[in-house]
């Protein structure tokens, strides 16, 4: 019984960490931006959350019996969700190929990073920034590159009509306007 519950434990641990996966020989590519900010959390998970939480821990453990001690058992669990996240944040990074949007500045050719404002076939108007898997924020316009609606993008021009493969069919995309942060 303990040891269904300790499974249990990790699998939960473990959930904040996934994240879509790498298409199988591609590079994790991310701007500058995103690198930073992934960056930045694997430094403060190490540097400061996982010191204090080993101290309590190690406090909590000093009390005596662990079994009922909320202190050392919510510290374990924070622990291993923290190293988890290490290993993740730490994977991600090894296989990340940081490119600059704004070398693209200018253009009106769809890239990594761009962004496009785009027009559905029902007259609807959508803008999306294409960005690295880690950096997707949907609700906010942020698409992943290997979205469909990326993919479907990439290469065209503003002015360009794109057919999207969609669960209800095909779908026309008609490329309004493209552009890209400038360079600092």
Do not use: C
């Not at 070398?103 to 496009?116: E, K, L, N, P």
Request: proline share 6%; no cysteine; aromatic share 6%.
């Amino acid at each position: 019984m303990t040891n269904q519950a300790n499974t249990n434990d990790n699998d939960d641990d473990d959930g904040d960490n996934s994240a879509p996966p790498i298409p199988a020989g591609s590079k994790n590519y991310m701007t500058p931006q995103g690198h930073l900010r992934m960056k930045t959390e694997l430094l403060k998970l190490i540097d400061v959350e996982r010191p204090e939480v080993v101290q309590i821990v190690s406090w909590a453990a000093s009390n005596g019996d662990r079994s009922e001690n909320g202190d050392y058992i919510y510290g374990k669990r924070r622990l291993r969700q923290i190293d988890g996240r290490i290993r993740f944040l730490t994977k991600r990074l090894d296989l990340a190929e940081v490119v600059d949007p704004s070398i693209h500045h200018g253009s009106d050719q769809i890239f990594f990073g761009a962004t496009v404002r785009y027009e559905t076939q029902s007259g609807e108007e959508q803008t999306v920034t294409i960005l690295g898997i880690d950096e997707l924020d949907p609700l906010n316009g942020k698409i992943s590159w290997i979205s469909p609606v990326a993919r479907a993008l990439t290469k065209a021009r503003e002015g360009d009509t794109v057919i999207l493969k969609t669960p209800g069919g095909l779908e026309e995309l008609l490329i309004l306007e493209v552009s890209y942060p400038a360079p600092q």
